[in-house]
T-cell receptor
Framework: DAGVIQSPRHEVTEMGQEVTLRCKPI?????LFWYRQTMMRGLELLIY????????DSGMPEDRFSAKMPNASFSTLKIQPSEPRDSAVYFC????????????FGQGTRLTVV | GQQVMQIPQYQHVQEGEDFTTYCNSS?????IQWYKQRPGGHPVFLIQ?????EVKKQKRLTFQFGEAKKNSSLHITATQTTDVGTYFC??????????FGTGTRLKVLA
């Protein structure tokens, strides 16, 4: 398996633009997580899905952020409109939700909003 | 909600010295996991502990889960430059949501 695949790896965009981050979890995993990492706030859980259903989105900063998981092999995190304070590394992770298991992370998307 | 704090936030050691990071929770945890993130990389799972007082070893790394299941530690013996990175503890809440600690950034000076 290729692991969790995220795209793009880097994104530079202007303030006000829409940004879409993509994630393909490991095949067979039924839990998917979106994290944001910054120096100031560390690794924050934004939202997670179980069997394609959003279970907890309490970490989503505000209405500008939205996430979808239309099927078991694809998820998106959208920011519209983007702001400079959204600049961070966004990680997608997946796991097999069956007892205590590990989370597998993608390589991350480094987002810079100018 | 549940949180875990890690100390120290940063640690610089000379190569060959030992290193320890601690993870503390105010509530009892069902499990504790440890991850390592190399500079510019992504978190990678190291180990999971689930039993009270459990101790596990991976070569120079020793992981411990406290008797009350509220704290954990990671100890590295004789650090090497390849140990550089940020070490996170994490736990899974009731619905398998992974909550990560604040992390300890380790620098090893050659």
């Amino acid at each position: 398996d290729a692991g969790v695949i995220q795209s793009p790896r880097h994104e530079v965009t202007e303030m006000g633009q829409e940004v879409t981050l993509r994630c393909k979890p490991i095949s067979g995993h039924n839990s998917l997580f979106w994290y944001r990492q910054t120096m100031m706030r560390g690794l924050e859980l934004l939202i997670y899905f179980n069997n394609n259903v959003p279970i907890d989105d309490s970490g989503m900063p505000e209405d500008r952020f939205s996430a979808k998981m239309p099927n078991a092999s694809f998820s998106t995190l959208k920011i519209q409109p983007s702001e400079p304070r959204d600049s961070a590394v966004y990680f997608c992770a997946s796991s097999f939700n069956r007892g205590n298991t590990e989370a597998f992370f993608g390589q991350g998307t480094r987002l810079t909003v100018v | 909600g549940q949180q875990v704090m890690q100390i120290p936030q940063y640690q610089h050691v000379q190569e060959g010295e030992d290193f320890t990071t601690y993870c503390n929770s105010s509530t009892t945890l069902s499990n504790i996991q440890w991850y390592k993130q190399r500079p510019g990389g992504h978190p990678v799972f190291l180990i999971q502990l689930v039993k009270s007082g459990e101790v596990k070893k991976q070569k120079r790394l020793t992981f411990q889960f406290g008797e009350a299941k509220k704290n954990s530690s990671l100890h590295i013996t004789a650090t090497q430059t390849t140990d550089v990175g940020t070490y996170f503890c994490a736990f899974t809440s009731g619905t398998y949501k992974y909550i990560f600690g604040t992390g300890t950034r380790l620098k090893v000076l050659a």
